[in-house]
């Protein structure tokens, strides 16, 4: 008689033991298959760079605002200079084109030994050089981005460190800018000298820029008295007009002077001198496209060719013609004995 129920007892005990546990774990799974505290997958740890380790070569940067002098090592001049001058999140690859052009910039510029300034200092941190704002202000600028885009940056600059670009032996004048309007600019168009790195070159992938076209409209009496100039206006806004081989304005008569398209555009701050002009109710409205004096590398330029898959170096030398990539390091005694 006993051995019905204690048959019954014991398999009750089996089921609880090997059913109980799957009722308490299927609800947490299910859970799980929704996402409410399934976890982010693991990524790829990007390598940290120490780039006040070792340093080659301190840098001093006169900071205009508090107008006293940081002593920043290369390496982390150029990554704070990158950080400044170009969106941190553009391709790495035209983050590393940039940082290439921003030590070569202060390698050739500590090398030609220009005259020290207040305090010391090699450079300022406006655009009179190269603009540089330390990790305190980007965190202040990025905030909660400051993390990863500091990261990528220094990312950037690590992977190039040391790399500086040269012709014939010399580093180059690696100027820069925004947005091209299409082909970037010969030296001797914007500036005095013929440099033969700095030819114009095709650059289509600026046309997805948000600075490629703009607009500023002037009453007749501010260009008068920003050209300083007497206008007719029952004559041509524009008359008399030379371009460049980049379609950009090199001459142009506007009321009773002809000027330059640089010094038109600088006198009114313009974004480019590819310019056009209509008078329209008693204004000049001037349309630029491009924006920056477009000599030298196009920054979205550059990064629409990382977009396409294009390398630093390929960037680099489509922008600068003929350029080696060499090492900083036989340029530290020239600039040490500066």
């Known amino acids: 008689m006993w051995k019905g129920p204690s048959f019954i007892?014991?398999?009750?005990?089996?089921?609880?033991?090997?059913?109980?546990?799957?009722?308490?774990?299927?609800?947490?799974?299910?859970?799980?298959?929704?996402?409410?505290?399934?976890?982010?997958?693991?990524?790829?740890?990007?390598?940290?760079?120490?780039?006040?380790?070792?340093?080659?070569?301190?840098?001093?940067?006169?900071?205009?605002?508090?107008?006293?002098?940081?002593?920043?090592?290369?390496?982390?001049?150029?990554?704070?200079?990158?950080?400044?001058?170009?969106?941190?999140?553009?391709?790495?690859?035209?983050?590393?084109?940039?940082?290439?052009?921003?030590?070569?910039?202060?390698?050739?510029?500590?090398?030609?030994?220009?005259?020290?300034?207040?305090?010391?200092?090699?450079?300022?941190d406006t655009v009179q050089h190269q603009v540089y704002k330390n990790d305190e202000e980007l965190r202040q600028i990025w905030g909660t981005d400051y993390e990863w885009k500091i990261q990528k940056v220094r990312q950037a600059v690590g992977e190039t460190k040391g790399e500086i670009l040269t012709f014939e032996g010399d580093p180059i004048f690696a100027a820069f800018f925004s947005t091209s309007n299409g082909k970037t600019e010969n030296s001797e168009d914007y500036w005095k000298n013929e440099i033969p790195y700095l030819r114009s070159v095709s650059s289509p992938w600026d046309e997805t820029s948000p600075k490629y076209l703009d607009q500023k409209v002037f009453s007749e009496s501010e260009v008068e008295n920003l050209l300083a100039v007497n206008i007719d206006p029952?004559?041509?806004?524009?008359?008399?007009?030379?371009?460049?081989?980049?379609?950009?304005?090199?001459?142009?008569?506007?009321?009773?002077?002809?000027?330059?398209?640089?010094?038109?555009?600088?006198?009114?701050?313009?974004?480019?001198?590819?310019?056009?002009?209509?008078?329209?109710?008693?204004?000049?409205?001037?349309?630029?496209?491009?924006?920056?004096?477009?000599?030298?590398?196009?920054?979205?330029?550059?990064?629409?060719?990382?977009?396409?898959?294009?390398?630093?170096?390929?960037i680099v030398t489509h922008y600068y013609k003929g350029v080696a990539i060499e090492n900083v390091d036989s340029f530290l005694p020239k600039m040490a004995s500066k």
């Open 234 to 314: 029952t004559k041509p806004v524009l008359a008399n007009i030379e371009k460049t081989e980049s379609n950009r304005i090199s001459k142009a008569t506007i009321g009773d002077k002809t000027l330059t398209g640089r010094e038109i555009r600088e006198a009114l701050a313009l974004q480019s001198s590819d310019f056009t002009v209509e008078y329209r109710d008693n204004h000049f409205i001037f349309k630029t496209k491009g924006y920056g004096h477009g000599v030298g590398m196009s920054q979205f330029g550059a990064n629409g060719m990382a977009q396409e898959g294009k390398d630093y170096k390929e």
């Open 9 to 124: 007892i014991i398999s009750v005990l089996v089921l609880m033991i090997l059913v109980l546990p799957t009722l308490i774990v299927v609800p947490f799974i299910e859970h799980n298959k929704e996402g409410a505290t399934e976890q982010p997958a693991a990524t790829e740890a990007v390598a940290e760079y120490n780039l006040e380790e070792n340093p080659a070569f301190v840098v001093s940067v006169l900071r205009d605002q508090a107008n006293q002098v940081e002593e920043v090592p290369l390496e982390l001049y150029v990554s704070r200079v990158v950080a400044s001058e170009m969106p941190a999140d553009f391709e790495i690859e035209a983050l590393k084109a940039q940082a290439l052009a921003a030590r070569t910039y202060i390698v050739r510029y500590l090398v030609q030994g220009e005259e020290k300034l207040q305090g010391g200092a090699d450079v300022t």
